[in-house]
């Protein structure tokens, strides 16, 4: 019942933009914080944003702030992530989710598909 659809992936240049959306059905979205996940082939699973229920606060991981930027469209159920700036290192399935417990780490499942981001010149 629950359904997490990502989709905005894709092929971008260095220093180029990409914007990820994440529709979300099956709960109550608006009581629950929702993070963005990437993770690479030969990486660890990588927290890069979190943001909370109302919107009010975000966490952003160092490797990515300045440069993308999380919210979220509450009547729209719907979590984006603008990825500005992107390097050949920001390349990762993306993954949208509800944190679990701790915020510091992935959680132990993704309930969505992930949608592929490539940079490259």
């Known amino acids: 019942q629950v359904h997490l659809v990502e989709s905005g992936g894709g092929l971008a240049q260095p220093g180029g933009s990409l914007r990820l959306s994440c529709a979300a059905s099956g709960f109550t979205f608006g009581s629950y914080a929702m993070g963005w996940y990437r993770q690479a082939p030969g990486k660890e699973c990588e927290p890069v944003a979190i943001i909370a229920s109302t919107g009010g606060s975000t966490n952003i991981a160092d490797s990515v702030k300045g440069r993308f930027t999380i919210s979220r469209d509450n009547a729209k159920n719907t979590v984006y992530l603008q990825m500005n700036s992107l390097k050949p290192e920001d390349t990762a399935v993306y993954y949208c989710?509800?944190?679990?417990?701790?915020?510091?780490?992935?959680?132990?499942?993704?309930w969505g598909q992930g949608t592929q981001v490539t940079v490259s010149s």
């Open positions: 989710n509800v944190p679990g417990d701790d915020y510091g780490t992935c959680p132990y499942d993704f």
